[in-house]
């Protein structure tokens, strides 16, 4: 089993910056894929940037110049950096890592989520 803990989360004004981390422990083999996705009231979910084993990040259009992903693999650990937030940012943001526990199977994993409130 893998568990992903988020924190950074919180309540800002439009135009501010927070820095979303996610830790991973557990059987961990190797880490594939990491990424951040969000789910605002009323809507589903939606990736906002993932991030490949070797570096390469993938993004939703919306926050593109604004936020960005990063991982630290000695630490199992992601970050979501989110720059000049915007209302239409507000959501529960979660933790998603696609893990190799052993040699042969992979497994999909989720954080509690984090909330980010920005406010216009």
């Known amino acids: 089993q893998v568990q992903l803990v988020e924190s950074g989360g919180g309540m800002l004004q439009a135009g501010g910056s927070l820095r979303l981390s996610c830790a991973a422990s557990?059987?961990?083999?190797?880490?594939?894929?990491m990424g951040w996705y969000r789910q605002a009231p009323g809507k589903q979910r939606e990736l906002v940037e993932s991030?490949?084993?070797?570096?390469?990040?993938n993004y939703v259009d919306s926050v593109k110049d604004r936020f960005t992903i990063s991982r630290d693999n000695a630490k199992y650990t992601v970050y979501l950096q989110m720059n000049s937030l915007k209302h239409e940012d507000t959501a529960v943001y979660y933790c998603?890592?696609?893990?190799?526990?052993?040699?042969?199977?992979?497994?999909?994993?989720w954080g509690q989520g984090t909330q980010v409130t920005v406010s216009s």
């Open positions: 998603n890592a696609l893990v190799l526990t052993t040699k042969s199977r992979m497994d999909n994993y």
């Open positions: 557990g059987s961990i083999f190797k880490f594939k894929g």
């Open positions: 991030i490949t084993s070797g570096g390469s990040a």
